[in-house]
């Protein structure tokens, strides 16, 4: 598949002083959706507005389409580019305000006609054509939004955290219209958003970005599966990853991780072959609470999990506990697990236990790169 997007070696600095990007190398083939992700200040804005052009690069080259773009004016870079605050003109109706980029590159009318019913039918904003901007719900703005970039027919579709100004049923909504729309028109986008829900469920593939560095790039799942360091862990997932900092012990046969006052018997499990300081990451759901047989508990007991706070969610629960001292997030979509948390009582201790195939082995330095275990 064509490759529509290459960056290469491409920097950012501020008043030659203050690095916002890091020699950031990256492809995007034709039709796929890439979403960039990372915390405030990471630079993934600054990034797409980068390959937009309304930022200039302090080094590297864009190509777009086979097209070096890197010195060219956002109008020549044959992009479309979706704003979070609309960016629509108020005193143009909606018709007019999809027109209007068509008649700056001077489109025959009939044409515009044309592109204007297509973008109208596929976003299923046919009613509001002659309505003005004020007339609108947010949702219907950034659609109309959208519809101004359908008609462009550009090379390359770029979106700056265009839902966040939605509510959270409204933006709900419109995620699945997003794909929808991807599906239908197929066009290449590079997608920014800080939410991890539209990050998983929109993109081919993520690009997580820290302090001006790509971190990891993959698919949501192989992100969530295999991250490949702490911090990609931390950020990848919601309720986050439990990281528990401590010794993983070889003696007599077994092979024992200890984490402050938490010790776990890991013969079983597949860990690092040498032993040594780790940081060991559990997701949420690879803490498992023990449902109960009379009086003892049904399987191995790893912890005993004190509940603090529980959130129920309807189809699944997510508790705050602490075991020996450390604060763990657990999270249970399973009917019997998820009715035993939600009738536990604040105090309550809860015999745990963990999945010995979803245990996360980081390295215990400052970058925390992950650790790939060997079987028992």
């Known amino acids: 598949m064509q490759t529509q997007l290459k960056i290469t070696n491409l920097s950012k600095l501020y008043d030659n002083k203050v ?8 492809e995007v083939k034709e039709r796929e959706f890439l979403v960039l992700v990372g915390p405030s200040g990471c630079g993934k804005s600054t990034l797409l ?6 930022e200039e690069a302090t080094q590297g080259e864009i190509e777009i389409a086979g097209r070096e773009v890197t010195e060219l004016q956002p109008r020549d870079r044959d992009i479309a580019m979706v704003f979070q605050d609309y960016a629509l003109y108020p005193h143009m109706t909606v018709r007019e305000n999809l027109a209007f980029g068509l008649k700056m590159r001077k489109t025959p009318k009939d044409q515009i006609e044309q592109e204007i019913e297509r973008a109208a039918r596929i976003l299923k904003i046919e009613s509001y054509l002659d309505r003005r901007p004020s007339q609108l719900s947010g ?21 700056d955290e265009p839902l966040s100004n939605l509510d959270a049923k409204l933006r709900s909504q419109t995620r699945i219209e997003l794909a929808d729309l991807h599906q239908k028109i197929g066009a290449t986008s590079v997608y920014v ?14 690009v997580v970005l820290n302090g001006g560095d790509i971190q990891q790039m993959g698919a949501p799942l192989e992100l969530y599966h295999k991250p490949a ?11 986050t990853i439990n990281l528990l900092d401590g010794t993983l012990s070889f003696a007599g ?7 402050g006052a938490l010790s776990f018997d890991l013969s079983d499990a597949p860990c690092p072959k040498d032993p040594g300081p780790y940081t060991l990451g559990l997701r949420p759901e690879a803490i498992k609470v023990l449902a109960r047989t009379g009086r003892e508990a049904s399987g191995t007991v790893d912890l005993t999990v004190e509940m603090i706070l529980r959130e129920p ?7 705050v506990g602490e075991a020996s001292g450390h604060q763990l997030i657990i999270r249970s979509a399973n009917p019997q697990r998820l009715e035993i948390i939600s009738q536990a009582k604040r105090g309550d201790k809860l015999p745990c236990t963990l999945d010995r195939h979803a245990l996360h082995w980081f390295a215990a330095d400052e970058l925390g790169r992950r650790v790939e275990p060997v079987a028992p």
Not at 49 to 54: E, F, P
Not at 229 to 239: E, Q
Not at 313 to 319: A, K, L, P, Q
Request: no cysteine; glycine share 8%; charged share 20%.
């Open 193 to 206: 958003t800080h939410d991890q829900v539209e990050a998983m469920t929109l993109a081919d593939r993520i």
């Open 229 to 239: 360091n702490k911090f990609v862990a931390s950020f990848i997932g919601s309720p």
């Open 313 to 319: 969610h309807g189809h699944e629960v997510h508790m």
């Open 49 to 54: 507005r980068t390959i937009a052009g309304l």
């Open 139 to 159: 949702g219907q703005r950034q659609r109309v939004a959208i519809g101004r970039a359908i008609v462009r027919r550009a090379k390359l579709f770029l979106f």
């Open 19 to 26: 690095r916002v990007l890091n020699n950031i190398n990256l």
């Open 253 to 259: 046969g077994k092979r024992t991780f200890t984490s």
